[in-house]
């Protein structure tokens, strides 16, 4: 006599399935539903299984090693001499093994940029992004931020209710991010929505790079001729000698990965100062600083979870695993920030402290470190300070968020607060009434055609002949 099935074994997936979270060799992957409904839970999994470092599958199956332990995630990032930068050392790019349309690609696939570069080809590049990005005035960015926050909050100001992420944590970092440029203020907008769907991987991600292209060379056309305090001007003369390509790359780059971390850090600290009692108790109270603030949510909340990667330059050792010349190390951010050997009690606060790994560490540390935390700490002290009775609209348990394997995003956050007029909002942001934005001194050029309209359910990386960023990439080299 058979035994019957469960009720519910048509519902349970198959080892080797990517639902399952196993590949056929028993090990964990990192992409897929299981991964992504729990990153922590599966990060401490792993810990559990195999120490500072794991051994792990990414999209296709193909193996990689996760650092865990933040001594570890550290000697990667500070030795480049044992694992490069420079993604073409990969075996499974060597064999052939990635796919084109791969979901991998858009952050692995090499470019003539920085980030993948090493030695003397980094110096020279890294050189003139930071050399560029360290003649702002911290001072002048903050007063682009507070005058772009004010602007935010007078459009919803006068409602009582607002969707933080949406309507001020998505649209802050990239309207600051356009006078760091050097772009004119309308620009904004449409990039915000040109970067969030570009970082997604939609069907109209070609699109919208294409925008965010043609938006840089006009840009750089202008300032060829009347250049000015910004950092596209300051790129192009830079004694590093930097192309046309690597200044566009670089301006790019910099756009796309300050309003991806930043928003991130603007929503989860949010959410934190609006959750935990104690938070905004000692925030009000003035036992804690905004910055003490910010630094206890890149502990907990790193706007990038893992960054991929490093690539071993020949066989080494590393936490206790033999790592083969090739392999591919995918940094830990968010696990190594909860690591027993430096965090034994998560629940002791760590005010100040800054050894946390969310901006990297190394000759890649985050250039624009300063940058996205004078945009986050002035635009959130902005919205304190306007909205001083601010309250979550829902149960934190309602709370959401989606993940992908490189990060984690507050879906939404809904609050309240007591309506503000706008004679009392241009009254706090110094403004009149229905005054509209400033522009830019100097001529408008033509804006770029806008992208197209992005469909809600479109977040996955299309499968095409040719994958969107092997096209992207092919169509920016072109220009």
């Known amino acids: 006599m058979t035994t019957p099935a ?9 080892p080797g399935c990517p639902a399952h979270g196993l ?35 990414l999209h ?13 995630n550290l000697t990667a990032m500070r030795t480049p001499s044992r694992f490069s930068r420079d993604s073409r050392r990969w075996t499974a790019f060597q064999e052939d093994r990635v796919a084109p349309d791969s979901p991998l690609m858009p952050v692995i696939a090499w470019q003539p940029l920085c980030v993948f570069a090493d030695g003397e080809e980094h110096k020279r590049l890294r050189g003139a992004v930071t050399d560029s990005l360290n003649r702002f005035d911290r001072r002048g960015i903050r007063r682009y931020v507070t005058r772009f926050a004010d602007q935010l909050i007078q459009d919803f100001g006068p409602s009582g209710r607002a969707e933080l992420v949406a ?36 069907e109209t991600a070609i ?14 056309e202008r300032k060829r001729t009347a250049p000015g305090a910004d950092l596209v001007s300051w790129l192009m003369q830079h004694g590093a000698g930097l192309t046309d390509d690597e200044v566009l790359e670089h301006l790019r780059v910099v756009l796309l990965a300050a309003n991806e971390t930043t928003v991130n850090l603007i929503a989860d600290t949010l959410k934190l100062v609006l959750t935990d009692r104690r938070f905004r108790a000692h925030l009000s109270g003035g036992h804690m600083t905004l910055p003490d603030a910010l630094d206890q949510v890149l502990w907990d909340s790193a706007p990038m979870s893992l960054v991929a990667g490093r690539w071993a330059t020949g066989d080494t050792e590393l936490g206790g695993q033999q790592i083969k010349a090739g392999d591919m190390l995918l940094l830990g951010l968010a696990a190594g920030n909860v690591d027993p050997a430096v965090r034994p009690d998560l629940s002791t606060p760590l005010y100040g402290n800054r050894s946390h790994l969310a901006f990297g560490g190394g000759p890649h540390e985050c250039p624009g470190q300063d940058i996205g935390r004078a945009i986050a700490e002035t635009g959130i002290d902005i919205l304190l300070t306007r909205l001083p009775d601010l309250q979550l609209a829902v149960p934190e348990e309602e709370l959401t968020w989606t993940s992908a394997w490189i ?9 309240r607060f007591s309506p503000r007029t706008s004679e009392e909002e241009a009254a706090a942001a110094g403004t009149a009434p229905g005054t509209p934005p400033p ?15 992005v469909p809600a359910a479109a977040a996955a990386i299309p499968r095409q002949r040719r994958s969107w960023w092997s096209t992207l990439t092919g169509r920016l080299r072109r220009r």
Do not use: C
Not at 167 to 188: D, N, S
């Open 439 to 453: 522009v830019a001194a100097g001529p408008v050029p033509a804006q770029p055609t806008a992208p197209p309209a």
């Open 407 to 415: 990060s984690r995003h507050l879906s939404a956050l809904p609050v």
């Open 60 to 72: 296709g199956d193909l193996p990689a090693w996760l650092i865990l332990g933040h001594s570890a």
């Open 23 to 57: 590949g056929t060799e028993g090990l964990r992957r990192i992409y897929g539903p299981e991964a992504e409904a729990d990153p922590a839970g599966l990060y401490e999994k792993l810990r559990a299984e195999h120490g500072e470092v794991a051994p792990v599958l």
């Open 167 to 202: 309507q001020f944590a998505e649209h802050l970092p990239m309207l600051v991010m356009t006078q760091v440029v050097g772009m004119p203020e309308e620009y904004g907008p449409r990039l915000v929505e040109a970067a969030r769907d570009l970082m997604k991987g939609t």
């Open 6 to 14: 469960p009720d519910d074994a048509s519902l349970t997936p198959p």
């Open 207 to 220: 699109a919208s790079n294409d925008y965010v292209v043609a938006t840089l060379r006009r840009m750089m």
